[in-house]
């Protein structure tokens, strides 16, 4: 996954989420034509139009542009959630985060 560009990325998000290129270019305002030329790498979108296709997407912007040591896609909600964490006092977060562990640990387990 580490060596996809933008439009493999976007293509992915897309197809996984049920969505047609013409619903992208409605949610996002983008010609769905030039939606399918950044998937097929013929044209790269403006950092303002990727931001769009990211939000239409609902993932974030670094998720399609790659950035980060894995560049893992986290939805929006995800990261507007971890963010809330990382806000709260300091005793509140490490409860949260031990129980979320300890959760994660036990979803594992049960898949094995």
Do not use: C, H, W
């Not at 197809?15 to 013409?22: P, Y």
């Not at 013929?42 to 399609?64: C, F, Q, R, T, W």
């Amino acid at each position: 996954m580490d060596n996809m560009d933008f439009g493999q990325r976007m293509m992915i998000a897309r197809k996984e989420r049920k969505l047609s290129q013409a619903e992208i270019g409605e949610r996002s305002g983008i010609n769905p034509d030039i939606v399918g030329k950044y998937e097929r790498g013929e044209n790269v979108p403006s950092i303002g139009k990727a931001k769009m296709i990211a939000e239409a997407l609902d993932v974030s912007l670094d998720y399609l542009v790659g950035i980060g040591k894995e560049a893992q896609e986290i939805d929006n909600k995800t990261l507007s959630r971890l963010i809330d964490i990382g806000n709260l006092e300091s005793v509140d977060k490490s409860n949260i985060l031990y129980t979320l562990d300890a959760l994660i640990k036990a979803a594992k387990l049960k898949s094995l």
